[in-house]
């Protein structure tokens, strides 16, 4: 059984971030790598920017093994943590252990590939984990409805993270064979940039989040 979560919460951000030499390489047909590179590192710092300045969020961890992404969190106010492991999932448990050794009583997983990411759209993601004196699992699908694009979770080791394909069924499985409430929620952050088709509906819905083509 998991200990109800704590009526004082300490929520902790955690935003993996890949190495940005090759990052986002299925928008290959749209974008030449150096333009790929751009738009990852303007993406890291936009949604690192965002979570430091989510109410709510009390810490915002950057696990990556990028030293450029490092850089960029320690500027924009958040803590870097040095990835030891490979794989994004392993990344995740690095950054779940410490924020549990820091005493968070939720943690709230933001990936990078979010154009409409904004404090606002994070902090209901926030409320909706904290407001419940259960422990409570919180997920953003993607707009797909088969990819998790934001992951709220309290107490922040009630499900094993199965981010890759598929990962909101694998996800909601993991919540419901856990006994943890599950929450959906919509809105802004159901959009990501995965493809081309994602690319060019986040200019038109997200304009300036994607600029500098």
Same mark, same amino acid.
């Given at each position: 059984?998991?200990?109800?979560?704590?009526?004082?919460?300490?929520?902790?951000?955690?935003? /993996?971030?890949? +190495?940005? !030499?090759?990052?986002?390489?299925?928008?290959? $047909?749209?974008?030449? #790598?150096? %333009?790929? *590179?751009?738009?990852?590192?303007?993406?890291?710092?936009?949604?690192?920017?965002?979570?430091?300045?989510?109410?709510?969020?009390?810490?915002?961890?950057?696990?990556?093994?990028?030293?450029?992404?490092?850089?960029?969190?320690?500027?924009?106010?958040?803590?870097?943590?040095?990835?030891?492991?490979?794989?994004?999932?392993?990344?995740?448990?690095?950054?779940?252990?410490?924020?549990?050794?820091?005493?968070?009583?939720?943690?709230?997983?933001?990936?990078?590939?979010? /154009?409409?990411? +904004?404090? !606002?759209?994070?902090?209901?993601?926030?409320? $909706?984990?904290?407001? #419940?004196? %259960?422990? *409570?699992?919180?997920?953003?699908?993607?707009?797909?409805?088969?990819?998790?694009?934001?992951?709220?979770?309290?107490?922040?080791?009630?499900?094993?993270?199965?981010?890759?394909?598929?990962?909101?069924?694998?996800?909601?499985?993991?919540?419901?064979?856990?006994?943890?409430?599950?929450?959906?929620?919509?809105?802004?952050?159901?959009?990501?940039?995965?493809?081309?088709?994602?690319?060019?509906?986040?200019?038109?819905?997200?304009?300036?989040?994607?600029?500098?083509?």
């Amino acid at each position: 059984m998991h200990p109800e979560p704590s009526r004082t919460p300490h929520v902790v951000a955690i935003v /993996p971030v890949g +190495t940005l !030499d090759g990052a986002k390489s299925r928008l290959g $047909a749209a974008l030449d #790598a150096e %333009e790929r *590179r751009d738009l990852a590192q303007r993406l890291a710092r936009r949604t690192i920017e965002a979570a430091v300045a989510t109410p709510g969020l009390d810490k915002t961890l950057v696990v990556t093994p990028d030293d450029e992404v490092c850089a960029l969190a320690l500027a924009a106010g958040a803590r870097p943590l040095r990835q030891r492991t490979h794989g994004l999932n392993a990344g995740l448990l690095e950054a779940r252990d410490e924020a549990i050794d820091g005493g968070a009583t939720a943690v709230v997983i933001i990936p990078i590939d979010l /154009p409409a990411v +904004t404090p !606002d759209a994070l902090a209901r993601v926030v409320e $909706a984990v904290t407001s #419940a004196t %259960e422990p *409570r699992v919180v997920i953003v699908p993607d707009r797909h409805g088969r990819g998790t694009n934001a992951l709220a979770v309290a107490p922040p080791d009630a499900i094993h993270f199965c981010f890759g394909g598929d990962s909101h069924a694998a996800h909601v499985r993991g919540a419901r064979e856990a006994g943890v409430e599950l929450v959906e929620l919509d809105g802004p952050l159901g959009l990501d940039l995965d493809t081309p088709d994602d690319l060019l509906l986040a200019e038109r819905l997200a304009p300036g989040a994607v600029g500098g083509r």
